[in-house]
Protein backbone atom coordinates (compact mmCIF):
# COMPACT_ATOMS: atom_id res chain seq x y z
CA UNK A 1 0.00 0.00 0.00
CA UNK A 2 1.89 3.16 -1.18
CA UNK A 3 -0.49 5.98 0.58
CA UNK A 4 -2.14 8.85 -0.77
CA UNK A 5 -0.89 10.72 -3.32
CA UNK A 6 -0.87 13.73 -4.59
CA UNK A 7 0.10 15.39 -7.60
CA UNK A 8 1.65 18.27 -8.53
CA UNK A 9 3.22 18.83 -5.03
CA UNK A 10 3.73 22.16 -6.05
CA UNK A 11 2.06 24.44 -8.42
CA UNK A 12 2.52 28.37 -9.21
CA UNK A 13 0.46 30.03 -11.47
CA UNK A 14 -1.02 33.54 -12.45
CA UNK A 15 -4.20 35.22 -10.56
CA UNK A 16 -6.80 34.20 -13.15
CA UNK A 17 -5.73 30.99 -14.89
CA UNK A 18 -6.89 27.29 -13.57
CA UNK A 19 -5.42 24.98 -12.04
CA UNK A 20 -6.04 21.18 -11.90
CA UNK A 21 -4.96 19.09 -8.88
CA UNK A 22 -5.56 15.12 -8.37
CA UNK A 23 -5.12 12.85 -5.53
CA UNK A 24 -5.11 8.93 -5.98
CA UNK A 25 -6.54 7.79 -2.26
CA UNK A 26 -5.41 4.33 -0.30
CA UNK A 27 -6.97 1.93 -2.83
CA UNK A 28 -10.50 0.23 -1.59
CA UNK A 29 -11.02 3.53 0.85
CA UNK A 30 -14.93 4.37 0.00
CA UNK A 31 -13.90 8.23 1.90
CA UNK A 32 -12.20 10.74 0.15
CA UNK A 33 -11.42 14.42 1.84
CA UNK A 34 -10.05 17.19 0.47
CA UNK A 35 -8.77 20.38 2.55
CA UNK A 36 -7.18 23.39 2.56
CA UNK A 37 -4.34 24.73 4.74
CA UNK A 38 -2.78 28.52 5.23
CA UNK A 39 0.57 29.01 6.68
CA UNK A 40 -0.17 28.87 10.84
CA UNK A 41 -3.22 27.24 10.73
CA UNK A 42 -4.65 24.01 10.60
CA UNK A 43 -6.62 22.27 7.83
CA UNK A 44 -10.12 23.75 6.90
CA UNK A 45 -12.64 20.57 5.11
CA UNK A 46 -13.21 21.66 1.80
CA UNK A 47 -15.54 18.92 0.89
CA UNK A 48 -16.17 14.99 1.26
CA UNK A 49 -17.23 12.01 -1.30
CA UNK A 50 -18.25 8.67 -0.51
CA UNK A 51 -17.55 6.62 -3.83
CA UNK A 52 -18.33 8.49 -6.53
CA UNK A 53 -21.18 11.09 -4.56
CA UNK A 54 -19.99 14.56 -3.74
CA UNK A 55 -21.91 14.33 -0.14
CA UNK A 56 -20.88 17.62 1.32
CA UNK A 57 -19.46 20.81 0.60
CA UNK A 58 -17.79 23.64 3.05
CA UNK A 59 -19.47 27.38 2.22
CA UNK A 60 -15.68 27.62 1.54
CA UNK A 61 -15.82 26.28 -1.44
CA UNK A 62 -16.88 28.83 -3.46
CA UNK A 63 -18.40 28.48 -7.38
CA UNK A 64 -14.95 28.90 -8.66
CA UNK A 65 -13.54 25.65 -6.56
CA UNK A 66 -15.16 21.75 -8.36
CA UNK A 67 -14.46 18.50 -6.78
CA UNK A 68 -14.85 15.00 -9.02
CA UNK A 69 -14.50 11.84 -8.02
CA UNK A 70 -15.87 9.92 -11.39
CA UNK A 71 -15.53 6.39 -10.60
CA UNK A 72 -15.11 6.52 -6.75
CA UNK A 73 -11.22 6.09 -6.97
CA UNK A 74 -8.89 9.31 -7.56
CA UNK A 75 -10.05 12.79 -7.16
CA UNK A 76 -9.36 16.33 -8.92
CA UNK A 77 -10.31 19.63 -7.61
CA UNK A 78 -10.57 22.08 -9.79
CA UNK A 79 -10.12 26.16 -9.41
CA UNK A 80 -11.10 28.51 -11.84
CA UNK A 81 -9.83 32.18 -12.32
CA UNK A 82 -7.23 31.82 -9.33
CA UNK A 83 -7.08 34.35 -6.69
CA UNK A 84 -4.24 35.37 -4.61
CA UNK A 85 -6.21 34.50 -1.54
CA UNK A 86 -6.52 30.60 -2.64
CA UNK A 87 -2.75 30.19 -2.30
CA UNK A 88 -2.34 27.48 0.20
CA UNK A 89 -1.51 23.63 0.56
CA UNK A 90 -4.45 21.36 -0.50
CA UNK A 91 -4.50 18.18 0.92
CA UNK A 92 -6.19 15.13 0.41
CA UNK A 93 -6.90 12.30 2.99
CA UNK A 94 -8.88 8.90 2.74
CA UNK A 95 -10.71 6.66 4.67
CA UNK A 96 -12.64 3.15 4.72
CA UNK A 97 -15.57 2.12 6.38
CA UNK A 98 -19.46 2.45 7.10
CA UNK A 99 -19.09 5.37 9.43
CA UNK A 100 -16.50 8.17 9.23
CA UNK A 101 -15.11 8.00 12.58
CA UNK A 102 -12.18 6.01 10.93
CA UNK A 103 -8.58 7.55 10.90
CA UNK A 104 -8.14 9.67 8.06
CA UNK A 105 -4.86 9.39 5.38
CA UNK A 106 -3.31 12.12 4.69
CA UNK A 107 -1.61 12.83 1.44
CA UNK A 108 1.38 15.19 1.20
CA UNK A 109 -0.56 18.12 0.00
CA UNK A 110 -0.02 20.06 -3.37
CA UNK A 111 1.05 24.11 -2.54
CA UNK A 112 -0.37 26.24 -4.67
CA UNK A 113 0.91 29.91 -5.42
CA UNK A 114 -0.84 32.12 -6.83
CA UNK A 115 1.24 35.33 -8.03
CA UNK B 1 -21.26 25.69 16.98
CA UNK B 2 -18.25 22.71 16.04
CA UNK B 3 -15.01 24.51 17.43
CA UNK B 4 -11.41 23.54 18.70
CA UNK B 5 -8.97 25.64 20.40
CA UNK B 6 -5.31 24.50 20.80
CA UNK B 7 -4.01 28.33 22.79
CA UNK B 8 -0.80 27.26 22.98
CA UNK B 9 0.91 28.37 19.36
CA UNK B 10 4.48 27.49 20.44
CA UNK B 11 5.59 25.48 23.29
CA UNK B 12 9.65 25.10 23.47
CA UNK B 13 11.15 22.67 25.68
CA UNK B 14 14.76 20.80 26.28
CA UNK B 15 14.53 17.00 25.40
CA UNK B 16 13.58 14.65 28.39
CA UNK B 17 11.28 17.23 29.72
CA UNK B 18 7.73 16.57 29.59
CA UNK B 19 5.30 18.57 27.66
CA UNK B 20 1.32 19.00 27.84
CA UNK B 21 -0.32 20.45 24.53
CA UNK B 22 -3.89 21.47 25.13
CA UNK B 23 -7.04 20.79 23.56
CA UNK B 24 -10.35 22.43 24.38
CA UNK B 25 -13.32 21.54 21.89
CA UNK B 26 -17.13 22.80 21.33
CA UNK B 27 -19.66 20.87 20.20
CA UNK B 28 -23.72 20.59 21.29
CA UNK B 29 -23.42 16.53 19.47
CA UNK B 30 -23.09 13.78 22.11
CA UNK B 31 -21.78 11.54 20.11
CA UNK B 32 -18.19 12.37 18.53
CA UNK B 33 -14.86 11.75 17.91
CA UNK B 34 -11.50 13.85 18.67
CA UNK B 35 -7.85 13.12 17.67
CA UNK B 36 -4.46 13.85 17.42
CA UNK B 37 -2.40 14.28 14.64
CA UNK B 38 1.11 15.01 13.74
CA UNK B 39 2.40 17.55 11.08
CA UNK B 40 6.28 16.93 11.17
CA UNK B 41 8.70 19.16 8.87
CA UNK B 42 8.06 17.09 5.96
CA UNK B 43 4.61 18.10 6.13
CA UNK B 44 2.66 15.03 5.79
CA UNK B 45 0.06 14.72 8.76
CA UNK B 46 0.26 11.41 10.44
CA UNK B 47 -2.78 10.24 13.28
CA UNK B 48 -2.05 9.74 16.95
CA UNK B 49 -4.60 9.19 18.27
CA UNK B 50 -9.06 8.95 18.17
CA UNK B 51 -11.56 8.88 21.26
CA UNK B 52 -15.12 8.37 21.16
CA UNK B 53 -17.26 10.95 23.48
CA UNK B 54 -18.19 7.83 25.79
CA UNK B 55 -15.27 6.50 26.25
CA UNK B 56 -13.07 9.02 29.00
CA UNK B 57 -10.70 6.40 29.68
CA UNK B 58 -7.13 7.76 29.65
CA UNK B 59 -4.79 6.16 27.09
CA UNK B 60 -0.98 5.81 27.06
CA UNK B 61 1.07 4.54 24.01
CA UNK B 62 4.51 4.30 25.34
CA UNK B 63 5.43 8.23 25.79
CA UNK B 64 2.57 9.55 24.57
CA UNK B 65 -0.92 9.85 26.55
CA UNK B 66 -4.14 11.56 26.67
CA UNK B 67 -6.33 12.88 29.32
CA UNK B 68 -10.14 13.20 28.00
CA UNK B 69 -12.25 15.00 30.68
CA UNK B 70 -15.92 15.93 28.67
CA UNK B 71 -16.83 17.84 32.27
CA UNK B 72 -14.09 20.57 31.11
CA UNK B 73 -14.00 19.88 27.11
CA UNK B 74 -10.54 18.99 26.65
CA UNK B 75 -8.27 16.33 25.42
CA UNK B 76 -4.86 16.84 26.39
CA UNK B 77 -2.22 15.40 25.03
CA UNK B 78 1.53 15.12 26.80
CA UNK B 79 4.62 13.57 25.84
CA UNK B 80 6.74 12.44 28.52
CA UNK B 81 10.68 12.48 28.24
CA UNK B 82 10.21 14.70 25.09
CA UNK B 83 13.21 14.12 21.96
CA UNK B 84 14.11 15.93 19.56
CA UNK B 85 12.38 13.57 16.82
CA UNK B 86 8.67 15.00 18.76
CA UNK B 87 9.55 18.45 17.53
CA UNK B 88 6.48 19.30 15.19
CA UNK B 89 3.00 21.06 14.56
CA UNK B 90 0.45 18.82 16.74
CA UNK B 91 -3.12 19.02 15.88
CA UNK B 92 -6.16 18.37 17.63
CA UNK B 93 -9.06 18.12 15.74
CA UNK B 94 -13.01 16.88 16.03
CA UNK B 95 -15.73 15.00 14.24
CA UNK B 96 -19.00 15.57 14.80
CA UNK B 97 -21.94 13.53 14.53
CA UNK B 98 -22.91 13.94 10.84
CA UNK B 99 -21.44 10.90 9.28
CA UNK B 100 -19.75 12.13 6.40
CA UNK B 101 -16.01 12.10 9.47
CA UNK B 102 -14.87 15.78 8.09
CA UNK B 103 -12.53 17.05 10.98
CA UNK B 104 -12.72 20.20 12.54
CA UNK B 105 -8.99 21.53 13.16
CA UNK B 106 -7.83 23.86 15.68
CA UNK B 107 -4.75 25.98 14.95
CA UNK B 108 -1.91 23.61 15.61
CA UNK B 109 1.02 24.05 18.51
CA UNK B 110 4.48 23.59 17.31
CA UNK B 111 6.50 21.97 19.55
CA UNK B 112 10.47 22.49 19.39
CA UNK B 113 12.12 19.91 21.44
CA UNK B 114 16.03 21.37 21.88
CA UNK B 115 18.70 19.07 22.76
Known amino acids: DTGVSQDPRHKITKRGQNVTFRCDPISEHNRLYWYRQTLGQGPEFLTY????????KSRLLSDRFSAERPKGSFSTLEIQRTEQGDSAMYLC?????????????FGPGTRLTVL | AQKVTQAQTEISVVEKEDVTLDCVYETRDTTYYLFWYKQPPSGELVFLIR??????QNEISGRYSWNFQKSTSSFNFTITASQVVDSAVYFC????????????FGQGTTLQVKP
Open chain 2, 51 to 56: RNSFDE
Open chain 2, 93 to 104: ALSPSSNTGKLI
Open chain 1, 49 to 56: FQNEAQLE
Open chain 1, 93 to 105: ASSSGEWGYNEQF
